[in-house]
């Protein structure tokens, strides 16, 4: 089974590298861009009977950091 | 009586010798090292040291790798049993990723890399680490680091404050940590994570000496024990 994991920082914290790339594209010509927010996506494959609670378990313990992150789980396949 | 100190060396560390030599010429004995995989701190330690540098090439996110790597378990027991544990700089981000410390460490506000001398003020002089302090004392240790940026919500800070957990401020904040907060400690007062670096600040030739009141303190603090 494919799992995608998708991390992102919390509403409200700051994300000095989403800023960065928000200042670039404008300095791009971009325009109309109002927010970039950068996050991590985790892809795995695991065992076809992995339980949600095991996925729920890998995201809490290491792949996100619950004080600033938020984890979503994606089963892909 | 001497002081039985370890310094955790885990892959990317590169702060670890300077850890060493300043507990040992504080201290007058050499620590033991202890290698990232190995399962058991030594028996018996005064004071265990997470030293700076980029463990796991900051894989993931910095410290999170060796937060949970096996030694870790180790220190974890020591810290519950109240063995004082100081991490600083990467060590601070494995302690706030291993749950020892509330928080967590940041990329920098401004996003670059900052290595400089920081002034710091004492914020609490009662702690273990911290005695040899005045409170209220600025001192000057330097600071070299990319993820910086403390963090934790604002009903985890008012209780770090009201605790007196908050051991160092920065006086001009250089990474965009909440509320200038260069160093903290857990509620029993025997786990202190900070960003400067004063195992960089231990002999004159460091350009600086303030950092060396830091392991006298906890020296002190076992001989009075």
Redesign the interface.
């Known amino acids: 089974m494919k799992v995608r994991i998708f991390v992102r920082l919390k509403p409200g914290v700051l994300d000095p590298q989403g800023r960065a790339v928000h200042h670039a594209l404008e300095g791009l010509g971009f325009d109309g861009v109002d927010d970039v927010r950068i996050g991590r996506m985790v892809e795995m494959d695991v065992a076809d009977d992995t339980s949600d609670e095991a996925l729920d378990k890998m995201c809490a313990q290491l792949l996100a950091n619950t004080v600033i992150e938020d984890y979503r789980i994606e089963k892909v396949d | 009586m001497a002081f039985r100190s370890a310094v955790v060396t885990f892959p990317g560390s590169n702060c670890d010798r300077d850890m060493a030599v300043a507990l040992e010429q504080v201290s007058g004995t050499a620590p033991k090292r202890v290698w990232h995989g190995d399962a058991e701190l030594p028996e018996g330690l005064d004071f265990v040291a997470l030293p700076g540098g980029f463990s796991y090439g900051d894989y993931?996110?910095s410290g999170?790798m060796a937060a949970?790597s096996p030694i870790m378990r180790s220190v974890k027991r020591a810290a519950e049993r109240g063995v004082p544990v100081l991490g600083v700089c990467n060590g601070f981000q494995v302690l706030?990723?291993a749950g020892l410390l509330?928080?967590?460490l940041?990329?920098?506000?401004?996003?670059t890399f900052v290595c400089r001398d920081a002034t710091l003020r004492v914020e609490n002089a009662q702690s273990l680490f911290t005695s040899g302090y005045e409170a209220g004392q600025e001192i000057v240790i330097p600071v070299a680091h990319h993820d910086g940026?403390y963090?934790?919500d604002d009903e985890t800070l008012d209780r770090l404050e009201g605790e007196g957990r908050v051991a160092f401020r920065y006086l001009e904040n250089c990474n965009?940590s909440a509320r200038d907060i260069a160093g903290v400690l857990n509620a029993a007062g025997n786990v202190l994570g900070m960003m400067p670096h004063p195992e960089r600040a231990i002999d004159p030739a460091h350009g600086g000496t303030d950092g060396r009141a830091l392991f006298e303190s906890a020296v002190r603090s076992l001989v009075d024990a």
């Not at chain 2, 940041?106 to 996003?111: E, G, K, P, T, V």
């Open positions: 993931l996110r999170s949970n706030a990723e509330p928080g967590a940041m990329r920098n506000a401004q996003i940026n963090f934790a965009g």
